[in-house]
């Protein structure tokens, strides 16, 4: 195995600070994903021996995040793991053009602005302002139900929509939902507790608790969506990949005028019993290419997850 160096100097003493991180952390994180050993000497960065395969990827990482720190782009180790994972599969510029370009989904209640935070998520939002209803699939942790519901957020804060609703459903995910106290609605709470995060995010405790009570928001098992047609609204479907063909068919059904409806799951996630058909499935091998309809599937690569995490799940991939 051919073993080389790899020297990347700077020009500037605040973009090498802002490249390496606080603490080296950038590094420490590069390190993990490339199994590597950076360190720096002065205000250089050397990589003693390196794999030919590895010093490449390592001068495609270095190259896109020298470029945008010199543009004004804040680095986080998020988007160090982001351009890690994505320089083996797209050039360099598009990478760069993305950061340059990065779209503003919403605000925060304490007014910091969310972006789409994946070339993925952007296309997301190009594809739900263009239709009526999109599909997004895709493993935990792309941002498929996050991103739909700060875009439900600025539609309402904007006033084109009236309503927001937001439905899971009621499927024992390995958990035993009828030992719970409760009816429907309060065994299935905590498991909308994501959906409830995430608006938390977005609106603040208070005025999302206010939005609930007063009916703009509304958060409930796929069951109470059964006789409704949903005009003047932004309605999600997380999980769906736990529904029926029947319940699918269902929920399609109550689409109305001026409304979105965003239907999202992992296929790899499907806690129905065998002989089920996921309704998800069933409904984009239907559906799919119909004027109206887009279908966004999220990748690996737009998993952002600590370095371990990402070689914990490797691991339990390949047990046994």
């Known amino acids: 195995m051919e073993l080389t160096t790899l020297d990347?100097?700077?020009?500037?003493?605040?973009?090498?600070?802002?490249?390496?991180?606080?603490?080296?952390?950038?590094?420490?994180?590069?390190?993990r994903l490339f199994d590597t050993t950076i360190y720096t000497k002065g205000d250089a960065i050397r990589i003693p021996k390196a794999d030919?395969?590895?010093?490449?990827?390592?001068?495609?990482?270095?190259?896109?995040?020298?470029?945008l720190v010199e543009e004004g782009v804040q680095v986080s180790e998020r988007d160090v793991?982001?351009?890690?994972?994505?320089?083996?599969?797209?050039?360099?510029?598009?990478?760069?053009?993305?950061?340059?370009d990065r779209v503003e989904i919403t605000k925060t209640a304490t007014g910091k602005p969310i972006l789409a935070k994946t070339i993925n998520?952007?296309?997301?939002?190009?594809?739900?302002?263009?239709?009526d209803l999109i599909f997004s699939t895709g493993p935990a942790g792309t941002g498929k139900t996050y991103v739909a519901i700060m875009h439900a957020v600025r539609?309402?804060?904007?006033?084109?929509?009236?309503?927001?609703?937001?439905?899971?459903?009621?499927?024992?995910?390995?958990?035993?939902?009828?030992?719970?106290?409760?009816?429907?609605?309060?065994?299935?709470?905590?498991?909308?507790?994501?959906?409830?995060?995430a608006l938390n995010e977005a609106l603040g405790t208070r005025q999302t608790d206010e939005?609930?009570?007063?009916?703009?928001?509304?958060?409930?098992?796929?069951?109470y969506m059964r006789g409704r047609t949903l005009d003047d609204a932004f309605v999600v479907l997380d999980e769906a990949q736990n529904t029926t063909i029947g319940q699918m068919k269902l929920f399609l059904s109550r689409l109305g005028f001026h409304s979105k409806m965003i239907v999202t799951g992992d296929l790899t996630q499907v806690d129905l019993p065998r002989n089920e058909q996921s309704g998800l499935t069933h409904a984009i091998a239907l559906l799919e290419g119909l004027k109206g309809i887009e279908v966004i599937r999220?990748?690996?690569?737009?998993?952002?997850?600590?370095?371990?995490?990402?070689?914990?799940?490797?691991?339990?991939?390949?047990?046994g």
């Open 81 to 100: 793991i982001y351009v890690a994972k994505l320089v083996g599969e797209r050039d360099k510029t598009d990478i760069i053009d993305h950061y340059m």
């Open 155 to 197: 539609q309402l804060k904007n006033g084109n929509i009236r309503k927001i609703i937001l439905t899971r459903p009621a499927v024992e995910a390995g958990e035993k939902l009828g030992f719970l106290p409760g009816d429907l609605k309060e065994k299935i709470d905590p498991y909308l507790r994501p959906l409830y995060d």
């Open 211 to 223: 939005l609930i009570e007063n009916g703009v928001i509304e958060i409930a098992p796929l069951a």
């Open 8 to 31: 990347v100097s700077f020009n500037n003493l605040n973009t090498f600070s802002d490249v390496i991180g606080v603490k080296d952390r950038h590094l420490d994180v590069l390190n």
């Open 298 to 319: 999220f990748e690996r690569v737009d998993v952002i997850r600590h370095p371990l995490i990402q070689r914990i799940l490797e691991r339990y991939e390949h047990e």
């Open 121 to 131: 998520q952007k296309r997301y939002l190009e594809a739900i302002d263009a239709n």
């Open 52 to 67: 030919a395969d590895v010093k490449e990827a390592l001068e495609d990482v270095f190259t896109v995040l020298i470029r």
